[in-house]
């Protein structure tokens, strides 16, 4: 199982970027796919993440409204529209999945570095 996240770079504050996630070795429509997030010197947290049919994803109350979330399990991508950007986004996004209705993610990617300036 491998989860590739590209996208990631360097935007000023109030822009936007768009993060991918490409899945293989699994079969994603039996998957809930999520994003989680980590800055230096803090713990792993919770973005958002989609159901097996991408239908109402989960948002951390600290991106909701700003941050979009989709899927197309035809092409087993997973999706993080990012928008309106603050320095406290600036974090090494990673995605992850757990098959669905089991507790824990379990397969993870490597992460994509993502840096908000002010």
């Known amino acids: 199982v491998q989860l590739v996240e590209l996208g990631g770079g360097l935007v000023q504050a109030g822009g936007s970027l768009r993060l991918s996630c490409t899945v293989s070795?699994?079969?994603?429509?039996?998957?809930?796919l999520g994003w989680f997030r980590q800055a230096p010197g803090k713990e792993r947290e919770f973005v958002g993440s989609?159901?097996?049919?991408?239908?109402?994803?989960d948002y951390s109350s600290s991106v909701r409204g700003r941050f979009t979330i989709s899927r197309n399990n035809d092409e087993k991508t997973l999706y993080l529209q990012m928008d309106s950007l603050r320095s406290e986004d600036t974090a090494l996004y990673y995605c992850?999945?757990?098959?669905?209705?089991?507790?824990?993610?379990?397969?993870w990617g490597q992460g994509t570095q993502v840096t908000v300036s002010s």
């Open positions: 070795g699994l079969s994603v429509s039996a998957y809930t």
């Open positions: 992850a999945a757990r098959r669905q209705f089991s507790s824990g993610f379990k397969y």
């Open positions: 989609s159901n097996w049919n991408g239908g109402s994803p």
